[in-house]
């Protein structure tokens, strides 16, 4: 009869003892997964917060791995002569657009061609009150890309507010394009994708009045053959 029950109880400890592994060991498991879970949501954190903290980072660092990896891709693209690419304009909706979307580009074609290099920006980038600090950047950010004081064109348009709500006219920007490509003599054009690269509806418009003018014959002589070439452009 003792036995039996010494029997019983060491049965019961040691359920109890299986039951108190079997828990710990969830517990464990579930607290691992917490911890990475952790871990990757702080990474994210700190990668929206350095994309969004872009403007406050100096000029001379904004050109960081996001830049090195985009240059590599550039690195193995065959550039036009130079005498097709020997006045570039690059077009632009806001100050930073230059940095963000074109910094590789600008310095690939001042290293491999040695290109005269303009730039037109169609807005002072006032959306959120701060157009004089960027339009102060935008300078800053052309003499880092070997851009001259002389080569900006920077359009205060009331037609053309820095404002992702409000629609630009493919028409207003495709005159100041036109004149602009005219009055500089200009052999080539870089300038946003199909998608804006980022999607801002600024960006898109830009496009559009590019793409409107090379379509319609009203830019220079060949321009046929060198607007296929910047679609090929990595973005």
Partial sequence: MIYTELLDSFHNLCSYHLFYLFVWKKINSALEHIFYLALVYIFVCLGVYKLMSIRHIPLNRRF?????????????????SKESMDRVLFITSHPDDECMFFGPVIHSIAQNLGSQIYLLCLSHGNYEKHGCKRRSELWEACKVLGIPEENITLFNCSQLPDDPNIEWKVQTIANIISNTVDSLDIQAVITFDREGVSQHPNHTAVYYATASLCLNSLLPKGWSSDFKVLEELPS
């Avoid at 960081?64 to 550039?79: D, N, Q, S, T």
Wanted: no cysteine.
């Fill in 64 to 80: 960081g791995i996001f830049y090195f990896l985009k240059a590599i891709r550039l690195e193995y693209f065959k550039w036009p």
